[in-house]
């Protein structure tokens, strides 16, 4: 008892100073996210009041297209506007997320020492499917925590990632000319979720055949609320194209207001999220258990003999937990 | 009950003809497996015991790495040694997955007028993290069907994807000098899962480092199972370096076999099968039931108002299911 009242005593003042804005509980917080802690659900709900006002950038494109710059970039121009930003890396091979290997964030220091911003980079490996879940509860978090911004840095190649993008207000897809063809982008399911197109690295060749190539398909795809999203070349390197950036993300947000499209955005985007969190409970639940564990690793047997098909295993398993619940 | 018996004696005829060898049999129960159907669990049960004789070979990378001319010419070079093939898609890039557009399929025309090749993309779109769960069900099977050799082609970037290719018995890992430094492949966690390493486009520019590159991080890592890792440099267009790989292919499976290390990774793998199916099989009893539907609706809306965290609705909701279970 008197651990557990130790530990809700350090909730409370981990919450008193994240609402008072300070930048090492929130930091902690995450952590005790990411680590499945049992208090963090505590401390969501305690929180859960104050989300709703962030708007949520998602940006995803293939590795190395630039994504990291045009993150700094409209970092930079967002701050330009007097609002505080969050930057959520889930790409692992992002500067900022990889580390401080060969000096990638050197370039972002820029950031790194605004108290505007706050960057944090989520571990990728090792996740398991739980990584959608966990990056939408620290938007969350970030979203309760003041910030009016909050960009999320995928890598738009793998699925998980796709939809972790697709889950913001607004999706940027960066995409280069080396970086293949537009078809390519098709393919990976590139061409069906962007709001706003940047074709960086614009001064490059193929450039222009790259922004034809995407306005054709964008022309095919069907419209996603009526919205037809941009394609904007941009240099980021150097600047070019930011502010033409900074402008369609905020035109889109307004475009999503007025038509009243942000709402049902939002009950999509927590239904989906209660939906994962009660299976995240069912399993920690679950395997919690010594007797089921103790089926498993016999079930775990009888399919390696092929007496037993993985799906009948799991089928014994969920009536033998039904059967408990009944019991307890 | 008609209905019901009339599916049932479906099963029975398909079971009947897919245990016969035939192709269309096969890939229709492939197709009742991505769809969820009904039948495909007690399909899979029928045909279980016949599992476990496939070597499973997982190829994944950057997109634009040459994975599919890879796919080809092991599949043409396996064959050539009377093993007969299965060719798995996940990579939405890949031309075996991606339709026939530009053509990209005629290359491949050896590959797909071979009866003893198997050819089949997974929908990786809006699959929402069910993937994994169900190309282990889809090799399962082709393991079942009697294929020798199953090659599980992923793009190496998202973290599903990294997840599929590694649990293949053998992970090859191709990387190109452009598709960026070696620094770039270990920050995207390839450095930590391949058990072969491939650089294709190795007549480019910056191969030679990138061998070396790679053969220092391999250095640095902690061997997995006491083998060390080979890097091959390959021409995979012209062929070259195909059978370097083939031979190294075989010879991490003989090492496999001979270090008693397949009844392990077996069971890892049943272990994490028959837990996703579990969660699938909760998850589709809970979301069947009308009031738990109902419930989360009314959730949504307290969520939406700020009254309550998602967190605390999933609680109800597995509580409410746990009640409902006691009651039934």
């Not at 020492?113 to 989520?122: A, K, L, N, Q």
């Not at 697709?166 to 078809?183: F, K, N, W």
């Not at 990976?188 to 001064?203: H, Q």
């Not at 775990?300 to 098909?309: A, F, H, P």
């Amino acid at each position: 008892m008197v651990s557990k009242a130790g530990r809700g005593s350090i909730s409370e003042a981990l919450l008193k100073r994240f609402t008072a804005g300070d930048r090492a509980a929130c930091a902690r917080i995450i952590s005790m996210i990411e680590n499945d802690s049992a208090n963090s659900a505590d401390i969501m709900s305690g929180v859960y009041s104050r989300v709703g006002r962030a708007h949520r950038i998602g940006i995803t494109g293939p590795p190395g297209a630039g994504k990291s710059t045009i993150v700094e970039k409209l970092a930079a121009a967002i701050r330009k506007e007097d609002k505080t930003v969050a930057i959520i890396a889930v790409d692992p091979t992002s500067p900022f997320s990889g580390g401080a290997i060969l000096g990638d964030r050197i370039r972002m220091s820029s950031l790194f020492t605004d108290p505007g911003v706050f960057i944090r980079s989520m571990a990728t490996r090792g996740s398991l499917g739980g990584l959608a879940l966990k990056t939408k509860e620290v938007c969350d978090l970030l979203d309760a925590f003041g910030k009016d911004v909050i960009i999320i840095e995928t890598v738009g190649v793998g699925q998980a990632e796709l939809d972790v993008a697709q889950a913001a207000h607004t999706t940027l897809i960066v995409l280069v000319p080396e970086s293949g063809d537009g078809i390519q982008a098709m393919k990976a399911g590139l061409m069906e979720i962007g709001d706003i197109y940047a074709v960086n690295k614009s001064d490059r060749e193929g450039a222009d055949r790259l922004v034809g190539e995407i306005e054709m398909m964008l022309e095919m795809r069907s419209q996603k609320n009526g919205w037809s999203p941009p394609v904007i070349k941009t240099t980021a390197i150097e600047g070019i194209g930011v502010d033409a950036l900074v402008e369609n993300i905020n035109q889109h947000l307004g475009y999503l207001n007025r038509n009243n499209l942000l709402q049902g955005f939002m009950e999509e985007n927590i239904r989906s999220e209660i939906k994962q969190l009660v299976q995240q409970r069912f399993s920690n639940a679950l395997w919690d258990a010594q007797n089921l564990n103790h089926l498993l690793e016999n079930l775990i047997i009888e399919v390696m003999n092929g007496r037993l098909s993985p799906g009948e295993a799991s089928k014994r398993i969920l009536e033998c937990w039904i059967r408990e619940c009944k019991k307890g």
